[in-house]
Nanobody, 126 residues
Framework: QVQVVESGGGLVQAGGSLRLSCAAS????????MGWFRQPPGKEREFVAA????????YYADSVKGRFTISRDNAKNTVYLQMNSLKPEDTAVYYC???????????????????WGQGTQVTVSS
């Protein structure tokens, strides 16, 4: 079992940057594909980015491609989301999630993620 805890959210002006971190417990972190999702105010949760177990493969939602970067450090049991050129529409609660996966696989479907954090609020002011 894996427990994940997000951190790094906050208030930032449009055009600014934030780096979210997701710390995971357990000795099998490297067995999990990881993903970031977000839930804007009044909307459903949506996919943001995903990374394979080893970190060599990544995938992004079109809305964040070129601005966000997902990465992981398996030695530290941590996955990151570097967010640059932030826009007001990026305002949301951001969630980290983990899914058991074979090496090299990207997990895109929300219902395949078994372990979820509590979320961290990101607010981008205009």
């Amino acid at each position: 079992q894996v427990q994940v805890v997000e951190s790094g959210g906050g208030l930032v002006q449009a055009g600014g940057s934030l780096r979210l971190s997701c710390a995971a417990s357990g000795r099998t972190f490297s067995s999990y594909a990881m993903g970031w999702f977000r839930q804007p105010p009044g909307k459903e949760r949506e996919f943001v980015a995903a990374i394979s177990r080893g970190g060599l493969k990544t995938y992004y939602a079109d809305s964040v491609k070129g601005r966000f970067t997902i990465s992981r450090d398996n030695a530290k049991n941590t996955v990151y989301l570097q967010m640059n050129s932030l826009k007001p529409e990026d305002t949301a609660v951001y969630y980290c999630a983990g899914a058991l996966a074979i090496p090299g696989r990207i997990v895109l479907q929300e219902n395949e993620y078994r372990y979820w954090g509590q979320g961290t609020q990101v607010t981008v002011s205009s």
